[in-house]
């Protein structure tokens, strides 16, 4: 994910009607499209179109905007999550658990971030337990032994990672912006050993996942029987409350800026409850783009969403690369007298297409690439 080099930087050229400056007072009768690589960090164009850019009358193949209400999907059984979308460095999935695990489990094919969209509970692992609740982030690293101890119905959305995730470089705003380091959470360790988590037959089962197979062991003694441990890798949690989202009041900043996790290829960001652009002509609402080099998917969870309309908590949108998107056409209205959005989301941007599977296919919403129709008349 480099630039070309060998391609001028630093300079640019322009034509015709454009503001200033991108996202601010932008011409009448005019739409603003940002045309990025790199997801808003490479070489940049900002197209003024005279009608707005997802006005389409029907779009002819596969490559549309697409809308799924995952929330509907059932998961697997012992808290496995059935994934709606995939490519060779992500999967993500929806895992439900009603009550406890009744095995314990290991990923061996990679790290896995789940964001508790419903529920609460404690998430046993070698390394101690650590409880958690809605909203929260669980990031558990690949090898990790864990079961999942409810108190309610569990919902998860599950980010698998082929590759160990990490935090993004702050840079400039420094170490402690978004969240300080000291709020992330850590499992502590029973100061007894555990007997909990026996089946049937009296013994303890762990299902290992490995390239998308389990095999299952069995031990006479709880496998997560840690009398200490030491090292910088361990599960950690943090909860969206926790994060401090990066507001600027005088202009709309990229979604890049709410990046929480990264990994190879992709990123996880944060979009939260955060203080609206209050300068008279600065954007609030998301501009038209069309994701050259990332797919963008969008989990939402709760609160009200304004850039879109007839989107509910619990679903996914998945917006592809090479396709416009952008804000719905009551979203720069609905948000024209908020000083305030209190919408909360998780964004996962990939790198390489993402295919839906059939579980994204059984709850799709079909005719959501056509919920821009209002455009055609603008």
């Known amino acids: 994910m480099r630039e070309n080099k060998n391609l001028p930087s630093g300079f640019g050229w ?3 009607t454009f503001s200033a400056q991108p996202h601010v007072d932008v011409p009448d009768g005019t739409y603003e499209e940002e045309h990025a690589r790199q997801g808003f960090f490479g070489r940049t164009s900002h197209l003024y179109h005279r009608h707005p850019p997802t006005g389409w009358l029907r779009i ?21 999550p059935e994934f709606f979308l995939e490519n060779s460095d992500v999967k993500i999935g929806i895992a439900k658990l009603t009550a406890s695990m009744k095995i314990f489990a290991r990923n061996g094919d990679g790290d896995e971030v ?13 390394y101690g337990d650590m409880t958690y609740r809605t909203g929260d982030y669980l990031v558990i690293p690949r090898g990790t032994t864990f079961r999942f101890a409810t108190q309610k119905p569990n ?19 420094g170490r402690h912006a978004q969240f300080d380091p000291m709020v992330m959470r850590t499992p502590v360790l029973p100061q007894a050993e555990r007997k909990d988590g026996a089946n049937s037959a009296g013994e303890f089962e762990m299902h290992i996942k490995r390239e998308g197979a389990f095999t299952k062991v069995f031990y006479p003694w709880n496998p997560m029987n840690i009398a200490g441990w030491k090292g910088d890798l361990t599960p950690w949690g943090i909860n969206v409350a926790d994060i401090r989202p990066i507001v ?9 800026v709410h990046t929480t996790f990264l990994a190879r290829n992709f990123v996880i960001c944060s979009f939260l409850p955060r203080p609206l652009e209050s300068e008279e002509g600065a954007m ?4 038209y783009h069309r994701n050259i080099d990332f797919d963008e998917v969008l989990f939402y969870h709760a609160g009200n969403f304004f850039s879109r309309e007839g989107i509910s908590a619990g679903a996914v949108t998945f917006h592809p690369q090479g396709i416009h998107h952008g804000p719905h056409p009551n979203a720069a209205k ?7 959005t209190e919408e909360i989301a998780v964004m996962v941007d990939t790198y390489h297409p993402l295919r839906p599977t059939a579980a994204a296919e059984s709850v799709e919403f079909k005719e959501y690439f056509m919920s821009w129709k209002a455009d055609q008349k603008r």
């Open 284 to 287: 609030k609402v998301p501009f």
């Open 60 to 80: 002819e193949g596969e490559l549309k905007p697409r809308a799924y209400q995952v929330a509907k999907l059932a998961g697997h059984e012992h808290g496995q």
């Open 114 to 126: 789940r964001f508790i969209h419903e529920g609460e509970g404690t998430l046993q692992t070698d």
């Open 155 to 173: 919902t998860h959305l599950v980010i698998e990672s082929a590759t160990e995730v990490g935090l993004p470089d702050r840079g400039m705003l």
């Open 334 to 340: 609905n948000a024209a007298d908020k000083t305030t």
């Open 14 to 16: 322009s034509q015709g």
């Open 248 to 256: 600027s009041p005088r202009y709309h900043l990229p979604p890049s």
